[in-house]
C-alpha cells in the first residue's frame, strides 16, 4: 500500500499518527520528485505533498519517503517529514488591539482566547 493510501484508509501502526489520519479528510496528492525506483531498481524515495483539511484549515504534508521492493511490491521503508513554513501575510494583532472580528472588545478578551 503506498504512503499515501495508508493516511487516506487510515492504515497506520502509530495512534497519534493514526488519530491524525482519522481526523483530517485527504484532498489529494502530488509527486514532487522520484528517484530512482525503476523495474531494475531495489530502493527508491518518492518526495510528495498530500493535501488535507482538518478542524476547518486546510494544510499540506511534505515527506521524502524511502521505499523498498519485497517480492516484487514496493514496501514504505522510512519518511522525513518537510515541516512547511507559514508566512503571515498581513500585520500580527496585538493583544491590546480591536478584535479584527469586528467586535468593540480587545483581541485578548474575545478571539484571541
Same mark, same amino acid.
Given at each position: 500500500?503506498? !504512503? =499515501?493510501?495508508? =493516511?487516506? /484508509?487510515?492504515?497506520?501502526?502509530?495512534? #497519534?499518527?493514526?488519530?491524525? #489520519? /482519522?481526523? #483530517?479528510?485527504?484532498?489529494?496528492?502530488?509527486?514532487?520528485?522520484?528517484?530512482?525506483?525503476?523495474?531494475?531498481? #531495489?530502493?527508491?524515495?518518492?518526495?510528495?505533498?498530500?493535501? =488535507? /483539511? !482538518?478542524?476547518?484549515?486546510?494544510?499540506?504534508?511534505?515527506?521524502?519517503?524511502?521505499?523498498?521492493?519485497?517480492?516484487? !511490491?514496493?514496501? =514504505?521503508? /522510512?519518511?522525513?517529514?518537510?515541516?512547511?513554513?507559514?508566512?503571515?501575510?498581513?500585520?500580527?494583532?496585538?493583544?491590546?488591539?480591536?478584535?479584527?472580528?469586528?467586535?468593540?472588545?480587545?483581541?485578548?478578551?474575545?478571539?484571541? !482566547?
Amino acid at each position: 500500500m503506498c !504512503r =499515501y493510501s495508508a =493516511y487516506v /484508509e487510515h492504515a497506520i501502526d502509530y495512534k #497519534s499518527t493514526r488519530d491524525w #489520519s /482519522e481526523q #483530517s479528510t485527504w484532498l489529494g496528492l502530488k509527486v514532487v520528485a522520484v528517484e530512482k525506483g525503476g523495474l531494475a531498481d #531495489s530502493e527508491g524515495i518518492v518526495e510528495f505533498e498530500a493535501a =488535507y /483539511e !482538518r478542524n476547518g484549515l486546510k494544510d499540506v504534508h511534505r515527506e521524502r519517503a524511502k521505499f523498498k521492493k519485497d517480492n516484487g !511490491r514496493w514496501l =514504505y521503508d /522510512e519518511g522525513h517529514v518537510t515541516p512547511l513554513t507559514i508566512v503571515r501575510t498581513g500585520p500580527k494583532t496585538g493583544k491590546n488591539d480591536p478584535c479584527p472580528c469586528g467586535s468593540v472588545k480587545k483581541f485578548k478578551h474575545c478571539c484571541g !482566547r
